[in-house]
């Protein structure tokens, strides 16, 4: 994250690491405060700052807890109908919607995860999966409600009222700046949850499970709680989403979507707090770039994916990490 | 529609359209199934050597004019894909983790999705069943369309070739001893690896088959393997994965439990599998007929 032109040595860049380490959450903002200015055009920084997030979600349950869902979508897609139809049916305050959308999120994966913790092992990807697009079709079919196959529309919020501060959501830099507060807060959270004594059970969970058993922990509930959690980060990218894009197609949804997650996390670094930013810049950034050049623009990153599970399975900035930490 | 309303014959004949849909989804599974036993194996790109069997196969079709001929390019071809993707992409990741091949087979299904379109273009390809497959046959219940009976026939034919050669043959034994415990199966001086290549070949070429054998009744599009991975997913985990009676007992089930809820309520049509599903896994986690401790 310095970009310092000055010599250092060793010892020094390490201690410079440790000390970003140590406020990793004031690194994460302060690198997603700039980025709209490096970014080449502001709506692609807004995804990525959701995207990102959405891949942090996830990798709460993927990188930290090892279990790798496929159902992730549907709480993504859950948190931005959840919001959308509140701003666009129910005409609800939009900060109550993005409120609604979480709670929503969350509730979709107490179900899933009730259902799929069941499963172990691999057959948690295909169960999480399926489940989701049952989810998918619910709210596909459900079109009165969030219009199908369309997609949701007329989710507007034009302006906000933030502590008596009118912000204008037309701007795009201003509801960068407006959805970063969220995402700030989250990642926060977020590090909370991995400080926490809950945090240490997942990462034991991760490395093994019977000895975390056999310790006494309740691996059930711990990794159904975990799942939930994770579901309501996803839920609030979702919510963020809606609101962003002022439209929910229902390719949220979809289980392609939640491929999407498992891709950025695993390039940015599965497992590492800031890599999913990392990965999903790098994902949108690459999908941006392929689709103006090449029309076939999915064979490149599906093959790029290959590349990096074969030969970089840490992804960029875990093999960062990895490199600086020797 | 009131269910009492219908009467006993549409009963009878949506019950065998179901079978019909569900012998597709029989073939489907046997591959990923066998796979996941074998090596297990998450065969994410499943779906992808689903539409490349009906690429493949068409274009056969195309060129030769014989569903026929299709019929045994697409296991060769489509089993030749598999033993290559097998061999240099996921051999190397045996030993790294079970999440490893199923992420490599996921990024692997839209190189050949994508593949797919550069060759043949977005839209999709129109095919037929060959004449003597059209029409309808009389089966006591009323006529029914006759490429629906030879998909079962289709079905009951390849699963019974794969029984007997498990079963009955010493590579059939090998292969059953390497799901049991490969170590040993190594120690006894078996290339366990080269059977491992097989089984892929094998899954991948009943995936291409399924693909190929739907393509008369749905369209043949680049996209046409993606929501069929969810169907063949639910049906492995709903009869257990790694068992051969497993898919083709859940297989059935499912397409029977669609095809019935279609005529009852066809809005819920997607949604009745994903019910089966949730029922076995809160009544038996394992899958009809998979053994506990298997999936661990």
Redesign the interface.
Known sequence: MSDTPLPVSGKRLAGLVRNIAGHRVAAAVAALVILPWVAPYEALAVNILIFGLYAVGFNLIFGYTGMLSFGHAAFLGVGAYGCGVAISVFGINWLLAIAIGVVLAGLTAMAVGALAIRSRGIYFAMVTLALAQCVYYILYQWSDLTGGEDGLRGVSVQAVNLGGIELDMLNPLTKYYVMLAFVGIALSIFSRILESPFGAVLKAVRENENRARACGYDTMVTKWLAFVLSGMFCGLAGALYAIHLSIVPIETAHYLTSGEAVMMALLGGMGTFFGPFVGAGMFLLLQDILSAEVEYWQFFTGAIFVLFVLFFPRGIWGSILHWLGK | MNPFDIPAQLWAFQIFTGLAQGSLLVLLAVGLSLI?GML?V?NFAHGAFYMVGAYVGVFVFMQTGSFWLGLMAVPVLVGTIGLVVERF?IR??YG?G???P???T??????F???A??LFGKVGLPFDAPEILQGAVDIGIGYFPAYRLFLIVAMVVMVGVLWLFLEKTSYGLIIRAGARDNEIVRVLGIDISRVWLVVFGLGTASAGIAGYLSAPMESVIPEMG?PVL?QA??V??VGG?GSLVGAVVAGLLVGVVMAVTSLIAP??T??SM?AV??LV??VR?QGLFGRKGL??
Not at chain 2, 106 to 111: A, E, K, P, T
């Open positions: 996941f297990t998450v992409l190397p990741l790294r079970i999440d490893y199923l992420l490599l996921f990024g692997l299904s839209f190189v999705i994508d593949l379109k550069m993606i969810v997913f639910v492995t985990v994965m809005q819920l997607d949604a994903f599903m949730a896994l809160l986690p999936m661990e």
